[in-house]
């Protein structure tokens, strides 16, 4: 679906469920032109059919017209297509027994990003460590999904923030002899 469509579907949606305060927020043509250009930009990032979903959304969970800054909030594809939030999938890929292929996934999703960030990483790294990791991926992977991609192409690992490399054998051995030295 287009966007532009999706944004005309959607002042009409909300003409439907709405209709006065609809009347009332847009009383005459000219303003009804304005709103459908704003949210046009500032929806510009999303396809027409999470655009509609988010709406959608939106309309099933608010009994007032929604503004264009909750239907931005929804086109956050987590929110549209019933992916679980982040840390939810964090914990759920950390708990899920192996084989992990074979688990019952509440997405797709959660099963890559696991995948993507180690299953022995997040099983055996403190959360403070791991969920960053797991969180880069799971955001790759959102953007994927959003952008209609494979999620099943393999993600690049991520550099990490700290390069660290071990010291030479005699350096190593000379640091110790400083420090017995002190002693």
């Known amino acids: 679906?287009?966007?532009?469509?999706?944004?005309?579907?959607?002042?009409?949606?909300?003409?439907?469920?709405?209709?006065n305060q609809f009347l009332k927020a847009f009383p005459d043509?000219?303003?009804?032109?304005?709103?459908?250009?704003?949210?046009?930009?500032?929806l510009v990032d999303y396809r027409g059919d999470?655009?509609?979903?988010?709406?959608?959304?939106?309309?099933?969970?608010?009994?007032?017209?929604?503004?264009?800054?909750?239907?931005?909030?929804?086109?956050?594809?987590?929110?549209?297509?019933?992916?679980?939030?982040?840390?939810?999938?964090?914990?759920?890929?950390?708990?899920?027994?192996?084989?992990?292929?074979?688990?019952?996934w509440s997405h797709p999703i959660?099963?890559?990003?696991?995948?993507?960030?180690?299953w022995f990483y997040l099983a055996n790294t403190p959360e403070e460590q791991a969920f960053p990791v797991f969180k880069h991926n799971y955001e790759l992977l959102l953007q994927r999904l959003q952008a209609g991609e494979d999620i099943q192409m393999e993600i690049q690992k991520a550099l990490p923030e700290e390069v660290i490399t071990?010291?030479?054998?005699k350096e190593q051995q000379q640091r110790l002899q400083d420090l017995k030295s002190l002693l």
């Open 110 to 118: 959660v099963y890559y990003a696991g995948r993507a960030s180690d």
């Open 29 to 42: 043509h000219d303003t009804l032109i304005m709103a459908k250009r704003l949210w046009s930009r500032l």
């Open 50 to 104: 999470v655009i509609m979903r988010a709406a959608e959304q939106a309309v099933k969970e608010n009994g007032w017209l929604p503004n264009v800054h909750e239907v931005v909030s929804r086109c956050d594809i987590a929110g549209t297509l019933g992916v679980p939030g982040t840390h939810r999938a964090y914990m759920e890929a950390c708990r899920a027994p192996s084989p992990k292929k074979d688990f019952n």
């Open 166 to 169: 071990p010291l030479p054998r």
């Open 1 to 19: 679906m287009e966007q532009k469509e999706a944004i005309n579907q959607i002042f009409e949606l909300f003409r439907f469920n709405y209709h």
